[in-house]
T-cell receptor, first 112, second 114 residues
Framework: GQSLEQPSEVTAVEGAIVQINCTYQTSGFYGLSWYQQHDGGAPTFLSYNGLDGLEETGRFSSFLSRSDSYGYLLLQELQMKDSASYFCAVRVGMDSSYKLIFGSGTRLLVRP | DGGITQSPKYLFRKEGQNVTLSCEQNLNHDAMYWYRQDPGQGLRLIYYSQIVNDFQKGDIAEGYSVSREKKESFPLTVTSAQKNPTAFYLC?????????????FGQGTRLTVV
């Protein structure tokens, strides 16, 4: 079967750096994505890694190691507005029929 | 502006009733998805569709049904066979070409059984 594992909760201080890990067990892997969801809202796309290495988008970076079935999201210069849930997601299957599955999410609490 | 529209935002269902949640997109995306989210939980896949007139079951399809008669529309029916339907339902769409599968989500429908 398919599974993604993330820590359930992380707490950090404003201005700090936090890393949210994701390990996955899937077949037909086609990349790892990260999404942010504020309470009561819809998830919004943050980043995508199709190949090994680091992708940087402003304060957010994401890393992928396909050999280790592992990735992480790195949030720098944390702000209060970053308090939200973060989900890793993987695309599995083939181009003609694939699905997008999500981890259980990591709730990030940023303290002053 | 392109996007995904879900309606209604809030829905109340009596025991034994079927209800249909609407999802419409004008992004010209081929793939559409329905997810269920329970409080403090992740997104669980109910059904997905890659193309018109075709759809596949996700991980928790029991008690739900869908149709894909038009590219823009992917309605979800929560049937009376779904024993615990109270949840937040999210519809999403993606392109099918390329590797980056950025998903665009609607604002969700919060369903409550009364």
């Amino acid at each position: 079967g398919q599974s993604l594992e993330q820590p359930s909760e992380v707490t950090a201080v404003e201005g700090a750096i936090v890393q949210i890990n994701c390990t996955y067990q899937t077949s037909g892997f086609y990349g790892l994505s990260w999404y942010q969801q504020h309470d009561g809202g819809a998830p919004t796309f943050l980043s995508y890694n199709g190949l090994d290495g680091l992708e940087e988008t402003g304060r957010f970076s994401s890393f992928l190691s396909r050999s280790d079935s592992y990735g992480y999201l790195l949030l720098q210069e944390l702000q209060m507005k970053d308090s939200a849930s973060y989900f890793c997601a993987v695309r599995v299957g083939m181009d003609s029929s694939y699905k997008l599955i999500f981890g259980s999410g990591t709730r990030l609490l940023v303290r002053p | 502006d392109g996007g995904i529209t879900q309606s209604p935002k809030y829905l109340f269902r009596k025991e034994g009733q079927n209800v249909t949640l609407s999802c419409e997109q004008n992004l010209n995306h081929d793939a559409m998805y329905w997810y269920r989210q329970d409080p403090g939980q992740g997104l669980r896949l109910i059904y997905y569709s890659q193309i018109v007139n075709d759809f596949q079951k996700g991980d928790i399809a029991e008690g739900y049904s869908v149709s894909r008669e038009k590219k823009e529309s992917f309605p979800l029916t929560v049937t009376s066979a779904q024993k615990n339907p109270t949840a937040f339902y999210l519809c999403a769409s993606t392109r099918t070409g390329g590797l980056n599968t950025e998903a665009f989500f609607g604002q969700g429908t919060r369903l409550t059984v009364v």
